[in-house]
Structures are given as structure tokens and as C-alpha cells.
């Protein structure tokens, strides 16, 4: 190949990538001119935070070094290395309100995530509490789908937001996007990894096998009932092996956060089944003291519909940006803890 063809080369490549990224633009609506953001059950006062607090931005790098599954383990192989377990907050895409996402997700960020959770919304969130049940109503009344998430996710990693980022979502829209074309828009969008929790068993093999061929991450759930850990892990392994997602005790989410004892064993018998996969906890997790009390037992540390209800507190986009950054800041200053075992 002479030194003109490989310049044309290049530029065709760089094109498609360009004409990729503008089909992904044009999912963006119009934003409404009002939304009706719902109030839910407010916060204990000790559990409120004011914008006024302040805390220092995490140090991120201007640019990623990976991505997918691979910028998925890493983040857990930085977290442990520095002697604590990896901060995971979760966030509904379109809600409060549809224009701002993009801010929330910089502002989690900038409060210390490790990894994001981004709810797509859907019709039937059945593991979901009241309050992420709620944002997904809020967010669907401003059409806010599967393709604006996407969008969303492209706009916040062109805006600086650097650490991994996971597809949260429900089998139905999915489906409906198509596997194949997904795992092809997600490198696009730069979504790292999915988590479905009513994927059915006779499709994982088919999903996993097109995220894996893009390096996307297929993150299983290990239930208080799952008896087939070598099952369950093995499909993390077969897409990058990033991480599993552990349910602390059966119900919703936002449900009251089991004991430590009480979840500690079963912790034990997921990390020796995983090996080198990252175990992440989840459900009923809210406060400080609960990521305090959980991050020794696990690899990572999610909290959800917490994040939600402070959410609430703010009485404007600006307030709801400091909210996120200092209510994730306090939760990320707890998950250095003493840790044993793990990979």
C-alpha cells in the first residue's frame, strides 16, 4: 500500500467514525419546556446534604486509556490498590429532567465514582423500588429511550467523563435495539458494559458472544437464590471478565440494607467462586456507615436510589449538580476499609 492510499485509508476510516457518531446526535430531542419532577420519600436530615459543601474533585485523566471491559477491571485493580473497595453510583437517564443527564453523570464523576450505573428507563422496572420506579415514569413521559442514553453517554464522554460507564436496563429494549447493532453504537457512545437482569438464560450466550466480540462488558446478577455461581461467572469471564453484581438480600431496590453478617458469608462463597472476577454489592445500600460496613466484604460498592432522594432535595439543576458531587463525595470518602481475600 502506497503513502496516498493509506492517507485515503485513513480518512475514509475517520469519516465513517464521524457519520457514526452524528446518526447517534440525531436521537437527541427537543427538550420540553416543562417537566414534572415527582417528590418522593425526602431523605433522614442526616443523610441531606446543602450545595454548599464542598468536595474536592476526583483526579481524572483527560483522556481514557481503555474502554469496555477492560477500563470496567481496571477501575477495580486502581480501587484496591489504593486500599478500598470501588464506588459504583447509580443515576436514571432523563431524570429529574431529560437536559440533565449529561450534567449528573460529570458531577458523579467529579464527586469520586469509580463506575457508573445509567438506568435506561422502561415500562416495567420490576426490581425497582418506588423511587428509581419513578424516575423511569418521569423519564419515559420525556421519550427519553435507549437511543437518547446512547447520546447522553456520547455527549458526557466528549464533556470529560472518563470513568466506565454500564447500561443498567430491562430485556424489552434491548432486544428491540438489536444486540448486534448495541454492542456496535455502544463503542461508538463509549458504554463500557451492560447489566440485565431479565436477560433470559437461552439468549445470554448470544448477547454475550456480540458484546464480547466489541470488548463490552456483560455484567451478571448473583441472587440470594443463585446456585450456579461457576455458570454465572463464567459469563462475566467470557466478556472480559470486568465484574459480577451481588443482590444483598431479596426485594427492590431501595430496600433496607441487610447486616453484614448476614450478607458476609454468602460475599465469601461469591469471591472464592469469582477468583479474578470483581464482586460488586448491592440493594438496601444508602449511607456512608452501609458502604463503610460493605466494602470490606466486596470489590465494589453500588448505591442507587439514595442518590435518587438527594437528587430530590435540589430545588434547581445547579443544586441538583452539587448534590451529586458532594452526596457521591461523602460516600466515596467511606469505602476505604480494611479488605481481605478478593483478586
Not at 477501575?75 to 437517564?93: K, M
Not at 426490581?127 to 442514553?149: N, S
Not at 445470554?204 to 456483560?218: M, P, Q, T, Y
Amino acid at each position: 500500500m502506497n503513502r496516498n492510499t493509506s492517507i485515503a485509508f485513513l480518512l475514509a476510516l475517520a469519516t465513517l467514525a464521524s457519520v457514526k457518531a452524528l446518526d447517534l446526535k440525531r436521537h437527541i430531542r427537543q427538550p420540553l419546556t416543562a417537566t414534572r419532577v415527582a417528590t418522593l420519600t425526602p431523605l433522614r436530615e442526616e443523610q441531606v446534604l446543602t450545595p454548599r459543601e464542598l468536595v474536592k474533585p476526583a483526579e481524572r485523566p483527560a483522556r481514557r486509556a481503555k474502554s469496555g471491559a477492560a477500563a470496567l477491571k481496571d477501575a477495580f485493580v486502581d480501587a484496591r490498590a489504593e486500599g478500598r473497595a470501588a464506588l459504583i453510583p447509580y443515576l436514571t437517564a432523563g431524570y429529574p429532567t431529560k437536559d440533565e443527564t449529561v450534567d449528573l453523570l460529570l458531577a458523579t464523576q467529579a464527586g469520586g465514582a469509580d463506575v457508573i450505573e445509567l438506568g435506561v428507563p422502561c415500562s416495567n422496572p420490576f426490581m425497582d423500588g418506588p423511587v428509581i420506579a419513578t424516575c423511569h415514569d418521569v423519564a419515559r413521559k420525556q421519550d427519553v429511550d435507549l437511543a437518547q442514553c446512547l447520546s447522553d453517554v456520547m455527549t458526557a464522554r466528549e464533556q470529560g467523563l472518563t470513568v466506565p460507564l454500564i447500561l443498567m436496563g430491562y430485556n424489552g429494549p434491548f432486544v428491540e435495539y438489536g444486540w448486534k447493532r448495541l454492542a456496535d453504537d455502544a463503542v461508538t457512545a463509549g458504554v463500557d458494559g451492560f447489566l440485565v437482569p431479565d436477560c433470559p438464560s437461552h439468549e445470554i450466550d448470544g448477547v454475550a458472544a456480540a458484546l464480547a466480540k466489541h470488548g463490552r462488558a456483560f455484567v451478571p446478577l448473583v441472587t440470594p437464590t443463585t446456585t450456579k455461581l461457576d455458570r454465572t461467572i463464567d459469563i462475566a469471564r467470557r466478556t472480559g471478565g470486568s465484574m459480577t453484581y451481588v443482590i444483598s438480600k431479596p426485594g427492590k431496590t431501595g430496600c433496607s440494607a441487610a447486616g453484614v453478617d448476614e450478607v458476609a458469608p454468602r460475599m465469601d462463597e461469591v469471591r472464592r467462586a469469582a477468583g479474578d472476577v470483581p464482586t460488586t454489592i448491592g440493594f438496601g445500600v444508602s449511607t456512608p456507615d452501609h458502604v463503610r460496613s460493605f466494602a470490606p466484604l466486596a470489590d465494589g460498592v453500588v448505591v442507587g436510589s439514595a442518590l435518587i432522594r438527594a437528587l430530590n432535595e435540589g430545588r434547581s439543576p445547579y443544586e441538583r449538580r452539587n448534590i451529586a458531587r458532594t452526596f457521591v463525595g461523602r460516600l466515596a470518602a467511606a469505602t476505604w476499609a480494611p479488605r481481605a481475600g478478593g483478586f
